[in-house]
């Protein structure tokens, strides 16, 4: 049985520019930069063979642009991460 470390470790392999951006059950969705899609396309009929060959667990794959949705989320994400890390954060506290 492929685990989620093995399908993100042979992505990782095939596209380093890729980022794990969500995982929906069994579903991983990356983000790739705009600068790197010449490389992702170049890179299609590797991720055929590894779904026709079972290789890595990867069973279905697709490629699309973000939506205005997707870029509204993750905007919205990093500036949630950002203040849960200032949360984190020492801060000085006047007596």
Do not use: C, H
Not at 7 to 20: N, Q, Y
Not at 34 to 44: G, Q, S, T, W
Not at 60 to 84: G, P
Request: hydrophobic share 40%.
């Amino acid at each position: 049985m492929t685990t989620v470390k093995q399908v993100k470790e042979f992505i990782k392999e095939l596209l380093p520019f890729a980022t794990l951006q969500t995982r929906y059950n069994s579903a991983l969705v990356f983000q790739i930069p705009d600068e790197n899609i010449d490389a992702a396309l170049k890179a299609i009929p590797k991720l055929d063979e590894a779904k026709r060959d079972g290789k890595a667990g990867i069973t279905d794959w697709e490629l699309n642009q973000a939506s205005l949705e997707d870029v509204f989320l993750n905007v919205i994400k990093r500036k949630t991460n950002r203040i849960i890390e200032n949360e984190d954060s020492e801060i000085e506290v006047d007596d």
